[in-house]
């Protein structure tokens, strides 16, 4: 996969925090943030798909089984 960069600019708290995380994680804290940046688009990805249902009535007050990984 192609790869291009960007920049990010952190609060000195939030860096700390994501530092700890990634030596924990065993990670550096790039592929901490380039992973956590990754999942959160494959979640908003599977959110987005829509219920086939003709009255969006019906899918305010229906149960949707979210399954957890």
């Known amino acids: 996969m192609a790869k291009s960069s960007i920049s990010v600019e952190l609060e000195i ?4 925090i994501l530092e700890k995380r990634a030596k924990r994680e065993l990670l550096t804290l790039r592929e901490l943030v380039s992973d956590i940046l990754r999942r959160s688009a ?3 990805k599977e959110s987005t798909k829509k ?3 003709d009255d969006p009535f019906i899918s305010y007050f229906s149960r949707k089984n979210r399954k957890r990984k």
Do not use: Q
């Open 42 to 44: 494959l979640s908003t």
């Open 51 to 53: 219920d086939n249902v």
């Open 13 to 16: 708290e939030v860096k700390k």
